[in-house]
């Protein structure tokens, strides 16, 4: 008896010993992150079964889904979103320790790399997504759009929220890493705006320049300093 007691008792140990070697990330987390001078904030909902790893992150601009791997404290994930006419995955590769993952992620086609912490918070909500301004006939370029890239035989989709006061035009676009900041006018029926990012260490920026029509802006866009043009449509929702 005394035998099968102790042999109960280490069986216990070595379980629990293993489990905190291998502790489970179910739950929400809130992802801090620095990519190339960009500081952004989301949260992630993620679910452990035995080595997978799979969920959601949303920074605002709505959620996107996570895979990945956990190896004893070593935890990889990755997720693809669009933007700026260009489908990126974002890949983390964390360590866990006392309540939280940090480490770096890369930015892949673009090889544009940065940090990250991930804190356990399970009463983290999502966060809340940019406000739409109303549209209306002095501000017709104002809320969500859908855009639509042809890049050199690419295509690519992305989604814009606008702001109009006059004739100056902000707001951003992007997925699941919060979006890129964007800049522009309004002069009638034209419109433009660019945005900008890094790409191995080079500013790239995107110039759209188009005609808004019956609650459609068709166009161009142009990529410097690469060169790089093509056509957009952005249809209105």
Request: some cysteine; glycine content about 12%; proline content about 4%.
């Amino acid at each position: 008896m005394k035998k099968i007691v102790i042999s109960a008792l280490l069986a216990s140990v070595f379980a629990f010993a293993q489990a905190q070697d291998n502790p489970s990330i179910t739950g929400t987390w809130k992802l801090h992150a620095s990519v190339a001078g960009n500081e952004s904030d989301s949260v992630c909902a993620f679910t452990q079964k035995d080595s997978d790893l799979t969920g959601t992150c949303d920074g605002g601009m709505g959620p996107v889904k996570i895979t990945g791997k956990i190896d004893g404290k070593k935890i990889t994930w990755s997720f693809s979103t669009e933007m700026n006419g260009s489908t990126l995955t974002v890949k983390y590769d964390g360590t866990l320790d006392a309540g939280k993952i940090t480490g770096t992620l890369n930015v892949d086609p673009y090889s544009v790399t940065g940090d990250f912490t991930a804190t356990f918070s399970p009463d983290a909500t999502l966060p809340a997504p940019p406000p739409v301004q109303a549209r209306d006939a002095n501000s017709p370029m104002a809320g969500k759009w859908k855009v639509h890239m042809s890049i050199a035989g690419n295509e690519n989709q992305s989604v814009c929220n606008f702001t109009q006061t006059g004739a100056d035009l902000a707001g951003q676009c992007g997925g699941g890493m919060g979006g890129t900041k964007i800049t522009g006018k309004v002069d009638g029926k034209k419109v433009t705006w660019s945005s900008t990012m890094q790409y191995q260490g080079t500013d790239l920026t995107m110039k759209y320049e188009g005609t808004l029509d019956a609650g459609k802006v068709t166009g161009t866009l142009t990529i410097d300093p690469m060169g790089v043009s093509g056509d957009f449509t952005a249809t209105a929702e």
